[in-house]
């Protein structure tokens, strides 16, 4: 009588590429003969052989780097799976991860390892961002502030990576924190530099931005939890940024993919805004010439940052606005 060929308790479900044979005593069967008994000596199979399989990995991955490479491109996301799913390897399996970054070159991968050696003094975080290629992830708002401090960044290119992270959630005692979050908090953003640059600003100028963010969030109502003065812009505009700080825009966009909306009620997000843009400063000057059309321009930079974010479901009201907003400029 044959016995089952793909035994589940050998190894993790997420090893099911690896393929060899095992040296071992008597092992238990069912009664019927046919598959293996769930007992310690099979559980103590499954650890050593995962273990030292591991184990060899890592040692490839030092002393062989290209070759590693070249695994874990064609075996990468059976160990991304392990991380998710499999508590008692997650910190080893950490070890073995590889993703680009701002500091690598494209098509270079680094490990958790050597983004941690290259921190620089007063980091305590490991930032990564998630987005459909390289290439609009530079172009987009996310890692202005990353750029403007010298930070490294870590590019999360496949959808399952901010889940991958999420479960890791710490790597080398550094937590793993995207860079889309409400509260993120960068070196540098201390409270004597706020106090710097309160003493710098024009009261006037201030209110007048309080006064901008206010209304705003009047136009966009509950599209938005909060718009916000934004600390981490230079060039862009708007940003959305997720206030919940768990719930990535990635993983959001996965989760609507799979159909599981219905099954959890995404929140509204933050807008935050860069009042030194000119276009910012433009639409407090036409939010007094022209109210409708102001409320216009601002449901479109919404629009935009949403865009941005990858979160925008249906597109068509925003192309039709754009479209309204072109002519009115063309007009004018």
């Known amino acids: 009588m044959l016995i089952d060929q793909h035994s589940k308790t050998i190894l993790p479900e997420w090893l099911r590429f690896l393929k060899g044979v095992i040296d071992s005593e008597d092992l238990?069967?069912?009664?019927?003969?046919?598959?293996l008994q769930d007992?310690?000596?099979?559980?103590?199979?499954?650890?050593?052989?995962?273990?030292?399989?591991?184990?060899?990995?890592?040692?490839?991955?030092?002393d062989e780097p290209d070759t590693y490479e070249k695994f874990w491109g064609e075996f990468g996301f059976f160990l991304k799976e392990g991380v998710v799913s499999d508590f008692l390897h997650r910190e080893a399996l950490g070890k073995l991860l590889r993703f680009e970054s701002s500091k690598s070159e494209p098509g270079k991968l680094v490990s958790l390892a050597e983004y941690v050696a290259r921190m620089g003094e007063g980091q305590k975080e490991i930032y990564y961002i998630s987005g459909p290629s390289r290439e609009a992830i530079e172009a987009g708002p996310y890692i202005e502030a990353f750029r403007k401090r010298?930070?490294?960044?870590?590019?999360?290119?496949?959808?399952?990576?901010?889940?991958?992270?999420?479960?890791?959630?710490?790597?080398?005692?550094?937590?793993l924190v995207s860079a889309d979050r409400g509260d993120l908090k960068l070196p540098g953003d201390t409270e004597e530099e706020g106090k710097d640059e309160k003493t710098a600003v024009d009261e006037a100028e201030k209110a007048a931005t309080a006064g901008l963010t206010a209304w705003m969030q009047e136009v966009l109502g509950d599209r938005v939890k909060e718009v916000l003065e934004s600390k981490r812009l230079d060039d862009s505009p708007a940003i959305i940024v997720n206030p919940d700080g768990?719930?990535?825009?990635?993983?959001?966009?996965?989760?609507?993919?799979?159909?599981?909306?219905?099954?959890?009620?995404?929140?509204?997000?933050?807008?935050?805004?860069?009042?030194?843009?000119?276009?910012l400063k433009?639409?407090?000057?036409?939010?007094?010439?022209?109210?409708?059309?102001?409320?216009?321009?601002?449901?479109?930079?919404?629009?935009?940052?949403?865009?941005?974010?990858?979160?925008m479901v249906e597109p068509r009201s925003m192309v039709k606005r754009s479209y309204e907003i072109l002519a009115r400029l063309v007009r004018s």
């Open 150 to 175: 010298d930070l490294e960044i870590i590019y999360t290119l496949d959808p399952i990576d901010d889940f991958v992270f999420s479960h890791l959630a710490v790597f080398d005692e550094k937590q």
């Open 39 to 62: 007992n310690a000596l099979v559980a103590k199979i499954n650890k050593v052989v995962t273990s030292r399989f591991l184990k060899h990995l890592g040692e490839v991955a030092k």
């Open 28 to 35: 238990p069967l069912n009664i019927s003969r046919q598959a």
């Open 282 to 311: 433009g639409l407090a000057e036409l939010k007094e010439k022209d109210e409708p059309f102001a409320r216009s321009v601002v449901e479109q930079i919404y629009d935009n940052a949403m865009i941005q974010a990858g979160l």
């Open 246 to 279: 768990f719930l990535t825009s990635s993983m959001e966009r996965l989760m609507r993919s799979s159909g599981q909306q219905g099954m959890q009620q995404f929140g509204a997000k933050n807008l935050e805004i860069n009042s030194r843009h000119p276009l």
